[in-house]
């Protein structure tokens, strides 16, 4: 089972949970330049305390704006600067239609620059994202974490971040 659940940082714009080495980045409303640097902080700092590279899911709900234009710019340095500290990322677009692609193309625009150094893939849902998480982790020889607490996690947060940010 998976261990508790830590709040890494709570933003106006963006929760960000820690679940043993796994962290998990929650968008709410419109992340803006100072919900990037809340979250690169958070993620470093969870790394160091740790010791190892984290494995990184970042859950962008149907209710998520895509980020303001001053965060593009941090957001592109911040997963530059990935490779130091995320071991994978898996990235959940939930929702379909205009503005979910509207928000992959952002994500594609500043995640750019980490293609080369970090395997990552988008995905539909949690579940998928999960289990691909799972196999990259044991393939890689890397702690793999427990897809069906954290989903369960993570759909308690999502709750609670719809309900705080006005959009249940």
């Given amino acids: ?52 590279r984290l494995r990184l899911l970042i859950v962008v709900s149907q209710s998520v704006r895509p980020p303001s234009p001053d965060a593009r710019t941090p957001a592109r340095a911040m997963f530059a600067g990935f490779e130091d500290h995320v071991a994978l990322l898996a990235t ?35 579940p998928q994202a999960l289990a691909w998480m799972e196999r990259e982790c044991r393939a890689r020889e890397l702690p793999a974490p427990r897809s069906g607490r954290l989903a369960q996690l993570i759909a308690e947060a999502q709750d609670i971040t719809d309900v705080t940010s006005g959009a249940a």
């Fill in 92 to 126: 959940v677009f939930e929702g379909s239609g205009f503005m979910t692609a509207a928000k992959r193309s952002v994500y594609t625009f500043v995640s750019g620059l980490l293609r080369r150094s970090v395997p990552g893939r988008v995905f539909p849902s949690v």
């Fill in 1 to 52: 089972m998976a261990g508790l659940a830590e709040t890494l940082a709570e933003h106006r714009s963006v929760t960000i949970l820690g679940v043993d080495g796994v962290a998990v980045v929650l968008p709410k409303g419109q992340p803006d330049e100072e919900a990037v640097r809340a979250i690169d902080a958070a993620l470093r700092a969870y790394a160091k305390r740790r010791g190892e």
